[in-house]
């Protein structure tokens, strides 16, 4: 397949190589003057862990275009959040019918987040992946497991030739029923550890607190009626960030599911990217619904991001 990624960045350069690797043609579309700035090639040191744990190191060489082209079997879109409305206005002008998979996280109902893209010709997902890109060097990491709705009528098409495309490079794919309340319930999560990122200093600060988890923990159990009030179903994992006792919970992230060594972990060791736009938006949400979020609000004021709630 003919595949263009939308940005190079840390999630689609990843997934490019890998899909490289097995036999696809991958190009990448930058914004004008990138091309120049970002060069033919990128330093790769990041961990793959669909077959075991292997570490790749090598100089690979990108091919990076200015212009979006119509000869495409498929369009792969992961940005930053605020990005995907300026993205998706653009992609509605010059792709046509050419497939697009949004491989991104979403806080606004999905047709909305999109517009005026047709949802007929969009699937949605979201990777298994993390790192961060620093003066042209990657570092971090894939799992074996990606996310993908399960198919709407009209997108089974899609559906499948996504499917078959990641199983082809050895992914195994989670299928998600309902997939806006599966991101709806990953974004809350996200402003969640978000939170804690604004009050540590840094991701990797944030592994180096012994308290950083507990507070996620309380960060999640103030954002769960936010959710609610939106008529979403609590998922299992946000569920368990809100039952869990906070020491007990500290003690879960940094012992196992962050423990030293592993990819998890070191996928938010090398996590460079500016925290807080989640934050930002459940709290602007809670404030329409009438809900307070105080350990949110606070953190906001503390960074002195406060002012664009009301913006």
């Given amino acids: ?6 940005g190079r960045g840390l999630i689609s350069t990843q997934y490019a190589w890998a899909l490289e690797k097995a036999g696809h043609t991958v190009e990448f579309y930058v914004r004008k003057g990138r091309k120049a700035t970002f060069g033919g090639y990128i330093e790769l040191e990041m961990w793959d862990a669909r077959r075991g744990k292997q570490f790749i190191k090598e100089s690979w060489n990108v091919q990076l275009h200015e212009e979006i082209r119509p ?8 940005v930053s959040t605020e990005q995907l409305p300026e993205v998706a206005q653009l992609l509605s002008t010059v792709t046509g019918n050419t497939p697009i998979l949004i491989f991104n996280n979403i806080w606004q109902d999905l047709k909305s ?12 997902g979201f990777p298994g992946a993390g790192g961060g890109i620093t003066d042209n060097r990657l570092r ?25 495309l990641f199983e082809s490079a050895h992914f195994k794919i989670s299928w998600i029923k309902d997939m806006q309340n599966w991101l709806w319930n990953h974004f809350a999560m996200n402003a969640a550890m978000e939170a804690e990122v604004l009050r540590q200093g840094s991701f990797p600060a944030l592994l180096n607190h012994r308290d950083s988890f507990a507070n996620v923990g309380k ?26 006792p906070p ?22 060791e090398y996590n460079n990217t500016k925290a807080g736009f989640s934050v930002i938006e ?15 609000t606070a953190t906001l004021e503390n960074n002195q991001r406060h002012n664009v709630i009301d913006n």
């Fill in 1 to 6: 397949m003919r595949i263009l990624f939308f």
């Fill in 71 to 78: 000869n495409y079997d498929l369009i792969i879109v992961s």
């Fill in 113 to 124: 987040a999109i517009s005026p893209l047709v949802m007929n010709n969009v699937v949605f």
């Fill in 140 to 164: 971090g990491g894939f799992f074996k497991m990606i996310f993908l709705e399960k198919p709407r009528a009209g997108t089974e098409q899609i559906n499948n030739m996504v499917k078959e």
């Fill in 219 to 244: 960060n999640m159990r103030e954002i769960a009626p936010v959710l609610r009030a939106r008529g979403a179903k609590i998922d299992m994992i946000s569920l368990l960030l809100t039952k869990i």
């Fill in 247 to 268: 020491p007990l919970l500290s003690m879960l992230f940094n012992k196992v599911i962050f423990a030293k060594g592993s990819l998890a972990r070191l996928s938010i």
């Fill in 282 to 296: 459940v709290v602007k949400e809670a404030k329409k619904l009438g809900i307070s979020l105080p350990r949110l």
